[in-house]
């Protein structure tokens, strides 16, 4: 695949910001290609594409994340964080790419295109704009812990299964910061302008309890996909189960604490 052999796991290792520019151009290739050939069916289509893009690289990275851990105990200095760091720098240097590209193209896009292209995702978009006005803190935690398991589960099924989840919470939160954009467009005579001042103001909106949030997602993804490896080459060291057990519970802490953000600190700001 010509996109695979742009950027391979070892690279991205050392330079994990590279994973920014590899996903929106991953994320765009797989929007204008879905659109093209399934145009009905082009905002879950594209989705599945980018999974199949990014999917070999993560999967490499963890795959190394998950040798650090076989050898931890002949490297002792090697930290808790220290072992799992640079894959979670890799996972959100993703998300950031996914919301780029898909903010960018349902802005940039002809409105009946960009209409089709992420139909799924501007529908969810209105959903959870009533969902989170009407829903109390317990319901928030609810739906929030409901993914994470999910992204355990599927990661520990599929190995970099989060993946696909995590580009589908991108992709609402790129329509998101789009519709700010185009609200912003009276006020600027450049759509670049009106997108960039969106993605901060959209961005800054949701960070206090977004971050966190999307973080738990990507930690509790993590936790199934090195324990799926693990198991899978036949390392079930104490170290591996140990360690995708704090990760699990250090997911399931953050989202206690971003739903707690989100029903009653962010609304005040």
């Not at 742009?6 to 330079?15: A, P």
């Not at 996903?23 to 765009?28: D, E, F, Q």
């Not at 929030?144 to 991108?170: E, P, Q």
């Amino acid at each position: 695949m010509v996109l695979e052999s742009i950027l391979t796991s070892r690279q991205i290792e050392k330079r994990p910001i590279e994973m920014l520019i590899y996903s929106i151009i991953v994320t765009s290739v797989a929007i204008w290609t879905a659109y093209i050939i399934f145009p009905t069916s082009a905002s879950v289509v594209f989705l599945f594409l980018t999974t199949i893009a990014l999917m070999p690289i993560i999967y490499g990275a963890i795959k190394d994340d998950e040798t650090k851990e076989e050898n931890c105990d002949r490297n002792i200095s090697l930290g808790f964080f220290e072992r799992h760091g640079i894959i979670l720098e890799i996972y959100a240097y993703f998300f950031l790419g996914v919301i780029i590209a898909t903010s960018f193209w349902y802005t940039f896009a002809d409105t009946i295109q960009a209409q089709t292209m992420f139909a799924l995702e501007i529908e969810t978009t209105r959903a959870l704009g009533a969902f989170n006005s009407n829903y109390s803190f317990a319901g928030i935690l609810t739906n929030n812990l409901k993914v994470m398991i999910l992204s355990f589960f599927v990661s520990f099924v599929f190995g970099t299964g989060a993946i696909f989840i995590l580009s589908w919470n991108a992709a609402v939160v790129g329509i998101f910061i789009g519709n700010i954009g185009k609200d912003m467009m009276a006020s600027y005579n450049s759509k670049i302008i009106a997108l960039m001042f969106a993605l901060f103001h959209g961005l800054s909106s949701i960070a206090l309890h977004g971050i966190p949030e999307i973080a738990a997602y990507c930690i509790a993804g993590i936790s199934g996909a090195i324990l799926s490896i693990g198991i899978t080459k036949g390392h079930k060291t104490d170290i591996i189960i140990n360690d995708s057990l704090r990760l699990f519970m250090i997911a399931t802490l953050i989202i206690l604490g971003a739903a707690f953000l989100e029903v009653y600190i962010t609304p005040v700001l």
